[in-house]
Antibody, heavy 118, light 107 residues
Framework: EVQLVESGGGLVQPGGSLKVSCAAS????????MHWVRQASGKGLEWLGR??????????TYAASVKGRFTISRDDSKNTVYLQMNSLRTEDTAVYYC?????????WGQGTLVTVSS | DIQMTQSPSSLSASVGDRITITCRAS??????LNWFQQKPGKAPKLLIY???SLQSGVPSRFSGSGSGTEFTLTISSLQPEDFAVYYC?????????FGGGTKVEIK
């Protein structure tokens, strides 16, 4: 069974940094591109970025809204993908989801809440 | 970047109604269009992939059609569990984008 479990969310001050994780199981993680998507309360889904597999040199692509502030990385030995968020703003407050590109994006984690507030 | 425009943003309907949601892409995305359903506090659930393929376990009252830049999601007979928010998503390149969502409410 495919499982994605996000963790690491919490309260952070504006201008601060936070790294959230997504632990994967039930599929060959090293072969899979992984995406991060967020959703502010009461708002729609916003794609943040993607990291490809080792076969594609772990290439990353980001949404314009977070490029230069957010970094996606992965550790295939731990079956985990990360989202490093720097220079956080109040508008970054959202639930952050990871999802697997394989399987037509059918597999999502439960999300982790990041709150940016002083 | 490819922009996705969904309409309507909300609709009210009754159990048993047939409803259609439209999604338009700002450029040709071939058939790389997926539909998701989301309920409060839950992750999005894939309903339809590649424009018209029904995800395993999804009831057959859901169907999708279209190509290029215009796509539709149809629910043939709305059930109580279908009241939710629906999103289209294009995946024609590595850069994804979502429509703004359609909230389906009980009339």
């Amino acid at each position: 069974e495919v499982q994605l479990v996000e963790s690491g969310g919490g309260l952070v001050q504006p201008g601060g940094s936070l790294k959230v994780s997504c632990a994967a199981s039930g599929f060959t993680f090293s072969d899979s591109a992984m995406h991060w998507v967020r959703q502010a309360s009461g708002k729609g889904l916003e794609w943040l970025g993607r990291i490809r597999s080792t076969a594609n040199n772990y290439a990353t692509t980001y949404a314009a809204s977070v490029k230069g502030r957010f970094t996606i990385s992965r550790d295939d030995s731990k079956n985990t993908v990360y989202l490093q968020m720097n220079s956080l703003r109040t508008e970054d407050t959202a639930v952050y989801y990871c999802c697997r590109q394989g399987g037509n994006y059918a597999y999502w984690g439960q999300g982790t809440l990041v709150t940016v507030s002083s | 970047d490819i922009q996705m425009t969904q309409s309507p943003s909300s609709l009210s309907a009754s159990v048993g109604d047939r409803i259609t949601i439209t999604c338009r892409a700002s450029q040709n995305i071939d058939f790389y269009l997926n539909w998701f359903q989301q309920k409060p506090g839950k992750a999005p659930k894939l309903l339809i992939y590649a424009t018209s393929s029904l995800q395993s376990g999804v009831p057959s009252r859901f169907s999708g059609s279209g190509s290029g830049t215009e796509f539709t999601l149809t629910i043939s007979s709305l059930q109580p569990e279908d009241f939710a928010v629906y999103y289209c998503q294009q995946s024609s390149s590595g850069v994804l984008s979502f429509g703004g969502g359609t909230k389906v409410e009980i009339k």
